[in-house]
């Protein structure tokens, strides 16, 4: 299972409602993404910006996913997520190269992102392809259960 194979690819149409699917599977957890529930499904899957989506596949099912808003300034601020029984197998790290890769073909000068200070999983990802923290937004986002988060913002050079 450790080596099951996935691919990464641009994402199509028909990915729109998979996408929202594991948007909110992931919003579910209320740990590492802003969102919380409930998600529109309906919603979420026709506002997606397909364009600048890269999804990981694994057997036909979308797996992971990163999304890269790109800014009229140079910069694109990045979104990602692996599936919970994904995670530790190399998928985000896939994503990423992927994306970095999109960004400098692109012609963006800089890859940004926020992330709540708790999460290491992803701030190790983070670090590992290159980016340094650049400041910290303290109990910037109000939760559902009224607790108030920090973001720490992050930046990759291209
Ligand atoms: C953050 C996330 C995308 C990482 O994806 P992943 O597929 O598990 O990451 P990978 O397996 O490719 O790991 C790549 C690197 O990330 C770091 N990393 C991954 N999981 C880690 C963990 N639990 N603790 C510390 N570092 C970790 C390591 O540097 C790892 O490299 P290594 O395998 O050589 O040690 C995934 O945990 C996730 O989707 N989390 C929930 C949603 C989320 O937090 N999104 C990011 C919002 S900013």
Redesign the pocket.
Known sequence: MTDAPFEIRAAGEDDRLPLALLFAA?AE?R????TEPPVDLEECAARWTLEATLVAVADGEII?LLDVDESRFGFGE???????D???????????AAAIEWARDRGLHKLS????AH??????????FGFVEEGLRVKHYRRANGELWDRVEMGLLL
Request: net charge positive; hydrophobic share 55%.
């Open positions: 992931v957890e740990d590492g993404i802003a992971g990045i979104g990602m997520l692996v599936a919970r994904w995670r530790g197998r190399s998928v985000g790290g896939a994503l990423l992102l926020g992330v709540f999460n290491a999983a992803a701030i190790g990802l983070y670090r590992k």
